[in-house]
């Protein structure tokens, strides 16, 4: 009754639910069945807990998240509203080496890097650094961020069709400061996607290295054949 409470509404996201007493006395339950209740919606990540404060209805989990969609053109798909707080953007030569190790970034090029926090909804859900090749973008500017999103920057501006994406998705802790910009507890882990971007004749437009919060997104692989053993049983 709880959860269909939440899914209709009643409970809003972010509101506070009653206390497992005011639950046992309200649906004449014991206070092991309402801390049971509770359990439940905690795990399903319906609810989240305050120390101290109490336990709130928690975001819609945002479902079949694969890190290989572009973010804005996946939340409109998804009838929430997209935005971004853009924290950097400045040249670079030398990119993270667990960024270069896991996009296979060619050395010695100029990037731009792009930092910004992804919002649905105006609540915070991604970290994302994004590297773009400077010499297929040049004079990339802060201003044209005001009116469009990258994607639209990249088709519209400057002729390029981002077609294919291939996407590392890992289970990790976010640092201090991603905890602090997406307002997560430090003991909630986050999805960190590696993504690498290319247009239809496979040439790298876009590098992303993101971190999801983890309690908002639920990772779906997709249908897939699984191939049987080979001749040795191997």
């Not at 339950?29 to 109490?54: E, F, H, M, P, W």
Request: charge should be positive; aromatic fraction near 10%.
């Amino acid at each position: 009754m709880l959860e269909r409470a939440i899914a209709d509404g009643d409970f809003q996201p972010g509101s506070k639910i009653p206390t497992e007493k005011e639950i046992g006395e309200t649906f004449m339950v014991s206070r092991i069945t309402s801390a049971k209740a509770v359990d439940y919606l905690y795990n399903k990540n319906l609810i989240y807990r305050k120390q101290g404060k109490g336990t709130f209805v928690a975001q819609p989990l945002i479902s079949d998240f694969s890190g290989s969609a572009s973010f804005t053109e996946d939340m409109l798909k998804r009838g929430l509203k997209p935005s971004s707080k853009l924290i950097q953007l400045k040249k670079i030569t030398h990119i993270e080496d667990v960024v270069e190790k896991k996009l296979k970034i060619p050395k010695n090029k100029e990037y731009y890097k792009l930092v910004r926090i992804r919002y649905a909804n105006n609540n915070p859900m991604v970290v994302e650094y994004c590297y773009l090749p400077v010499n297929l973008y040049p004079d990339l500017s802060i201003e044209m961020f005001e009116e469009s999103y990258l994607y639209e920057i990249i088709r519209n501006h400057y002729g390029y069709n981002p077609t294919w994406a291939e996407a590392i998705i890992e289970a990790a802790m976010g640092s201090k400061d991603e905890e602090r910009m997406l307002d997560l507890d430090s003991k909630i882990p986050v999805l960190v996607v590696y993504r690498v971007t290319s247009d239809e004749k496979y040439r790298p437009l876009e590098y992303v290295h993101s971190v999801h919060r983890s309690d908002r997104f639920s990772f779906s692989s997709g249908r897939s054949k699984l191939v049987g053993p080979n001749r040795q049983g191997v």
